[in-house]
């Protein structure tokens, strides 16, 4: 009894027991069906919850398969568009933020930026580190939903102050010190949620910053405690530009939800810059069906958002951050040709630190999960010392290393992406137009507005 | 999103300034909504036998006269009426019914903004400013008015998008706020025979009204049936033959406030839109509570009602 | 003593002013006249100076205020005071929704009724009401007291963290998780030492204490109701 057959069945349950090493389905018997509507997923999941009577809470974004800009290629050089050469024929990378109202508009060397995450979620070794990564490349960081740290100004050339309905650690001392403000809407993983926090994350000094019970399970409010609604934002936004003398970039950030109305009120209520969050976006904790069934993704919001602009004469003027699933330089290229002026990471920039690390990996097996797999960061149990507030484990991320480490991956963004440009014949990143893509289904078609590839085809817009 | 504003005059003798009172008042809460305005103004009423309607239609040379001619041989007797920039005011000894199937038949390129036997509504697409000079807001007379300024949210941008929404006879609503179950009770209403225009919230908020008020709620039953059947966060301002009502939702996040003096009540969605009426230094400012209805008409016992 | 005239001067070059005067201090007295319902009105304020604004004000009336003292000789706006860190901001009207909101520290005194939703989100500030507080008062108060001298709307405390609440008059209803508490010395004292600094004459033990039930800090499944 070789390889199919009892045997095999016997060893690959034995397998499971013991060794959890492969979730691959290649021993599974012929003949064992399993469901796509329940399928093995659902089936843990439907009884988790017999067991605890509680929602599943977890951290990461999406991951089911959405359509992303995988499904989106580029046209490169051809009889009609010459390529530039690299090295001497430069394209350039450089972006200004936030110049529409604002005295002191962010000047960034890369159009990546690191998204808001907080001190409370991260580790103050991993905000460091994400400060130095984006400083040695000339590029921003974000604080989060727990206020700003001193490491993180410290090490960070440009931060962006997050303004969030909590308010936690919320002072006019730190907005001064910041570069910008982001007043907080929504997130893609959960538009419509507020922050949440675990008490095994709640320490001393989390609770100090948030103003809470050490050890408590943190509730967060999901709208902004002295506003609601667009037409109150322009009155909140007036009153942190007199705070700030008017110095300072506003952007106001959005789940991708009813992207093309948000993008006009945003303008309206008088933002400088929009970021716009799709589902894929990453969180640390949140409900798992807010994460899956919530949201647009941001294939899809992306051109809502330019055309909402453009209908306002604002596309360029009012400049359109995107995240949510960027993960690599073709990711920044292809949201930057559908218009999008820079975009920003979160997930990815974990994962660059560390986060999900092979070498972690009997860590990893010894909570519960696998290198590859993990997403509990509301626990707080994170090998990689990333999410966590664990003193032990946080000090297996060395601050300095993990901001070269964040660097090359954003110097590794920001090279694919030219390279993508320059076969596109661009000498800058923000050249790049809808025009130089295609779709590899419909779906991505209709969503991204390019057409399908090989034909004229934009479902919705444009005949066959 | 949006700013709305309403005076109500008690001293009679200030109805020749009503328009000149209102404009500064409504230009001020352009900021809260520079996408389009509209206004409600009540005054000059018909006799018992008469109605008045409102009618727009944008292009200013429409041949309003042509319409007049022929309603008048409808009618057997020429019907007073007259233009005013994009909108013209008919008043006709008929009933709403046929009135409003005269004018489907002989300028249904025109659409009815108003009917009523004092109403009449006059909107547009612009800045708050270009609305009141369009229409000359400020040598307007009346007994009382309701103003809105309009940030569009989930709907297009257009005449018909804008407030106010006309619910009954002589009736109106201005919103400022967001409703969100307003799809499934617009298939309902359009069911019971409500007919709407736009995709928009507020036109359902006001259809609602209608309904209720046709199956015999008084207006104030029918605003507080609005607490539970309207779903979102909202002030409404209504606009009746005698007077105005105001209404906010439960949790009440939207603004409003009242102020009050022996010569008028005026509300607004701040108060510095009421910065220039007379004597507002000694007026009674105040919130209205969330959930209660607050009626102001002459006639009747003034202040909060329900 | 500084005199603007808001009729004359903007905003934006009053606030300038009264900012400019943290790092170099050079007049203590400011009077504001004509604020006619503007918003941001001395907003961000970050020195030891004094502001009485004769008037109504808009939204956000001293917000993120530190170390100034800032009367209102009338009417506030939402959020007035919100997120104020230290110093002191008295209304001497009544003030709209979200009085104090988020406040970190210093003093509000409300000598007319606050609207709804007063000290939402406290996170340290002191605030004492003489007139009624509106629903959701205190709504996840985190720390900061809260007086209330009239009677409080519904759903006090809603969601409470560690804030004292303490209300002489009628509570129309209580928030998830907010319970009454007994009134200790301590809470006497505490209560007395509020009174005083805001220059309310009442007597402590005519009030109630109110806090947190504290069923909420963990998430229990037995609580799914109040979430």
């Keep these: 009894m070789d390889q199919g057959g009892n045997f095999i069945i016997s060893k690959s349950i034995t397998h499971r027991l013991t060794d959890d090493r492969t979730m691959t389905d290649d021993y599974v018997k012929p003949g064992l069906r399993e469901s796509a509507t329940f399928d093995r997923h659902t089936i843990n999941e439907i009884q988790r919850a017999a067991d605890t009577g509680i929602y599943d809470i977890r951290g990461f974004g999406a991951k089911r398969k959405l359509p992303h800009f995988d499904d989106l290629l580029f046209l490169g050089a051809s009889m009609s568009r010459y390529p530039l050469e690299g090295y001497r024929e430069k394209c350039a990378t450089d972006v200004v933020l936030g110049d529409r109202f604002a005295s002191k508009p962010l000047h960034l060397d890369i159009p990546i930026t690191i998204a808001g995450m907080s001190f409370g979620s991260l580790s103050a070794q991993a905000k460091e580190a994400l400060g130095r990564g984006a400083s040695e490349v000339g590029t921003s960081t974000t604080t989060g939903d727990g206020g700003m740290t001193p490491e993180e100004r410290g090490q960070s050339k440009m931060l962006v102050y997050q303004y969030l309905p909590s308010r936690y650690g919320m002072n006019p001392d730190d907005l001064r010190k910041a570069d910008a403000i982001e007043i907080v809407l929504g997130q893609g993983a959960k538009p419509g949620g507020g922050g949440m926090l675990l008490g095994q994350k709640i320490t001393e000094r989390v609770a100090g910053m948030r103003t809470l019970p050490v050890g408590i399970d943190q509730r967060s409010a999901c709208r902004h405690p002295d506003w609601t609604g667009p037409d109150d934002l322009a009155i909140k936004i007036e009153e942190l530009r007199e705070i700030t003398d008017w110095e300072k970039p506003v952007y106001i950030k959005i789940g991708a939800s009813r992207t093309y109305y948000d993008v006009k009120l945003a303008v309206k209520a008088g933002a400088d810059v929009i970021v716009l969050d799709g589902m894929q976006g990453g969180t640390a904790a949140t409900q798992e069906v807010f994460i899956e069934h919530v949201g647009v993704p941001t294939l899809a919001a992306i051109p809502q958002a330019v055309q909402a602009l453009n209908e306002m004469d604002m596309h360029r003027k009012v400049q359109l951050i995107v995240s949510g699933g960027i993960r690599n330089g073709a990711d920044v290229a292809k949201a930057m040709a559908l218009g999008a002026d820079a975009v920003s990471i979160g997930t990815a920039a974990l994962i660059a630190l560390g986060c999900n690390h092979p070498k972690w990996h009997d860590d990893y097996i010894a909570i519960g999960s696998a290198a590859g797999y993990y997403d509990d960061y509301h626990e707080g149990r994170c090998p990689a010392g990333i999410s966590t507030q664990d003193e032990k484990l946080s000090q297996r991320l060395d601050p300095v290393e993990g901001g070269h480490r964040l660097a090359n991956f954003l110097r590794v963004l920001t090279m694919e992406a030219q390279t993508l440009a320059r076969a596109c014949g661009k000498s800058h990143l923000h050249n790049l137009e809808p025009e130089d893509l295609v779709a590899l289904n419909v779906e991505a078609a209709a969503m991204a507005r390019v057409p399908l590839a090989g034909t004229q085809w934009i479902p919705g817009m444009s005949g066959y | ?306 | 003593m500084k005199t603007i005239d808001l009729l004359e001067t903007s905003v934006r070059e009053l606030n300038q002013s009264l900012h400019d005067q943290a790092n170099n201090c050079d007049e203590r007295e400011w009077v504001v006249l004509h604020p006619m319902g503007r918003h941001a009105v001395a907003c961000g304020l970050n020195q030891n100076i004094s502001v009485d604004i004769e008037g109504h004000a808009g939204y956000y009336c001293a917000g993120m205020n530190q170390k100034a003292s800032v009367t209102i000789h009338g009417n506030a706006g939402q959020g007035v005071a919100e997120n104020m860190m230290s110093g002191c901001v008295r209304v001497k009207g009544d003030a709209s929704q979200s009085a104090g909101a988020t406040g970190h520290g210093g003093l509000l005194v409300i000598e007319g009724n606050a609207a709804a939703r007063c000290g939402i989100s406290m996170k340290g500030v002191d605030i004492v009401v003489k007139g009624n507080a509106g629903h959701m008062s205190a709504f996840m108060g985190q720390a900061g007291r809260l007086v209330i001298c009239g009677d409080a709307g519904d759903a006090l405390g809603d969601s409470l963290y560690e804030v004292h609440i303490y209300v002489k008059g009628e509570v129309a209803s209580l928030g998830a998780d907010c319970i009454e508490k007994p009134m200790r010395e301590e809470h006497i004292e505490e209560l007395q030492q509020l009174l005083d600094r805001a220059g309310v004459d009442e007597d402590p033990k005519a009030f109630r204490r109110y806090g947190s039930g504290r069923q909420l800090y963990h998430f229990k499944v037995d609580n799914a109701s109040s979430y």
Excluded at chain 2, 66 to 81: D, F
Excluded at chain 2, 212 to 229: I, M, P, Y
Excluded at chain 2, 297 to 306: N, Q
Aim: hydrophobic residues 40%.
């Design chain 2, 1 to 306: 999103m949006c700013g709305i504003v309403g005076l109500y005059l008690k001293n009679l003798e200030l109805e020749t300034q009503l328009g000149e009172l209102f404009s500064p008042m409504l230009a001020s809460m352009s900021e809260r909504g520079p996408d389009s305005a509209g206004f409600a103004i009540y005054g000059d009423e018909v006799p018992g036998d008469q109605i008045k309607i409102t009618l727009q239609h944008e292009d200013t040379a429409f041949d309003w006269a042509g319409v007049a001619r022929a309603i008048g041989e409808e009618l057997e007797h020429q019907p007073v009426w007259f233009q005013n920039a994009t909108a013209a005011v008919f008043k006709l000894k008929t009933s709403e019914t046929m009135a409003r199937e005269y004018f489907a038949r002989l300028a249904p390129e025109a659409m009815i903004m108003s009917v009523g036997r004092s109403i009449e509504i006059l909107k547009g697409v612009g800045l708050p400013q270009e609305i009141i000079e369009r229409f000359n807001l400020p040598s307007m007379q009346g007994t009382h008015i309701i103003g809105h300024t309009r940030m569009a949210t989930e709907s297009a941008v257009s005449m018909a998008g804008s407030h106010p929404f006309s619910t009954g006879m002589d009736l109106c609503l201005v919103h400022n706020g967001s409703l969100s179950n307003y799809n499934w009770l617009r298939m309902r209403l359009q069911k019971y025979g409500i007919h709407f225009e736009t995709e928009n919230d507020s036109e359902v908020a006001a259809g609602y009204l209608t309904w209720r008020l046709r199956e015999g709620d008084t207006l104030e039953q029918a605003l507080k049936a609005g607490l539970k059947d309207l779903d979102g966060f909202y002030t409404f301002a209504i606009g009746t033959r005698d007077g105005f009502a105001v209404i906010r939702d439960p949790i009440a996040c939207k603004p409003a406030v009242l102020a009050e003096t022996n010569d008028y009540v005026a509300m607004a969605s701040e108060y510095r839109a009421l910065v220039h009426l007379p004597n507002i230094e000694n007026a009674r400012v105040w919130e209205p509570e969330p959930a209660r209805v607050y009626v102001w008409e002459r006639g009747s016992k003034l202040g909060m009602v329900a």
